[in-house]
């Protein structure tokens, strides 16, 4: 069974506050059954690539962007299998930060890029097992990116 990476993107802003997190989220546009669906721009592992080099690889070739990884966010119960998805398989992901001067643009995969703070993603259209693992990107890049505890987000109005 073929595993599948995804990047929970985090926006290039400086964030101060846990609510600005920004992450990538990708309008698919094909297949039929799936098209319209937001999910976390990524792909498929080739033969002969690790899961970091067919993130890489797949980020470029969908929205012509580099990124830096961050940390992996891991599904709690099966932390080296990565979270369940459709039709059996498995994604693993990884917080990411563009390090190049390309912003993210759609390719015939997706019919749009957006933005979007943890409000905003609770608005859209996930694929059904995409919108757990957007909410624990959320979670993840809040520690990574303000600091760490619950206590250093609630000292910076989190």
Same mark, same amino acid.
């Given at each position: 069974?073929? @595993?599948?990476?995804? !990047? $929970?993107?985090?926006?290039?802003?400086?964030?101060?506050? $846990?609510?600005?997190?920004?992450? @990538?989220?990708?309008?698919?546009?094909?297949?039929? +059954?799936?098209? &319209?669906? %937001? /999910? @976390?721009?990524? &792909?498929?592992?080739?033969?002969?690539?690790?899961?970091?080099?067919?993130?890489?690889? /797949?980020?470029?070739? /969908?929205?012509?962007?580099? *990124?830096?990884?961050?940390?992996?966010?891991?599904?709690?119960?099966?932390?080296?299998?990565?979270?369940?998805?459709?039709? &059996? @398989?498995?994604?693993? *992901?990884?917080?990411?930060?563009?390090?190049?001067?390309?912003?993210?643009?759609?390719?015939?995969? +997706? #019919?749009?890029?957006? %933005? *979007?703070?943890?409000?905003?993603? !609770?608005?859209?259209?996930?694929?059904?097992? #995409?919108?757990?693992?957007?909410? $624990?990107?959320? /979670?993840?890049?809040?520690? $990574?990116?303000? &600091?760490?505890?619950?206590?250093?987000?609630?000292?910076?109005? !989190?």
């Amino acid at each position: 069974m073929p @595993l599948v990476v995804a !990047a $929970a993107v985090v926006a290039p802003d400086r964030v101060l506050r $846990a609510q600005d997190i920004r992450l @990538l989220a990708a309008q698919r546009s094909y297949p039929a +059954h799936l098209a &319209g669906q %937001w /999910e @976390l721009p990524g &792909g498929k592992v080739e033969a002969g690539e690790s899961p970091e080099q067919a993130l890489h690889r /797949e980020l470029q070739e /969908e929205l012509g962007i580099s *990124v830096s990884l961050g940390p992996e966010v891991v599904f709690a119960p099966a932390p080296q299998e990565g979270w369940p998805i459709l039709d &059996g @398989l498995r994604m693993r *992901v990884w917080l990411a930060y563009l390090t190049g001067r390309n912003l993210p643009q759609p390719g015939e995969a +997706h #019919n749009s890029v957006r %933005w *979007v703070n943890s409000t905003a993603s !609770a608005q859209l259209a996930w694929l059904p097992t #995409n919108a757990p693992i957007a909410e $624990a990107c959320f /979670e993840a890049a809040r520690v $990574a990116t303000i &600091g760490a505890s619950p206590t250093a987000l609630a000292r910076h109005g !989190a």
